[in-house]
């Protein structure tokens, strides 16, 4: 069983499923992040923001992402990583990392390292609907050539 799973989806994003994929008996620690649409960016009140993914590049540059994350770590881990694509509004999650190691800075330090990098690495862009009933691109993770 490979040790990370890496999911783009358009459906609620599953918390207990992450946490039950990074589950072990030798595990000591589980930690998680969940990122939630806010309702407020740069002073202006947002309802909703829309999630574009390059589907395809994004699993790839995330499961690279899991693989160097475990090597760092330098002893077993699982991780659990999804990413919500589509329209979500204010409080619905729209990423979800667990990670499962024997202690908890390891745990923590993955979790950490996972999202920091997701941000950096991942083909995700953000259109941030406003209550006023316009949008806005935010700047997102530009698409290099390999």
Known sequence: MQ???VVITDQPLDIIAAQKFVADPAFGAIA???????????????????YDVH???????????CAEAIKRSGGPARIYVAHAKGRLTV????????VGTSHRKAAFDICEFMIDCLKERAPVWKNEHYVEGDDVWLAGTPLLSA
């Open 3 to 5: 040790p990370f799973h």
């Open 32 to 50: 998680s992040f969940i990122g939630v649409v806010r309702n407020n960016n740069e002073g202006r009140t947002a309802e909703a923001v829309t």
């Open 91 to 98: 409080g619905e999650a729209s990423v979800v990392i667990a």
């Open 55 to 65: 589907e395809t590049l994004a699993v790839k540059v995330l499961n690279e992402l």
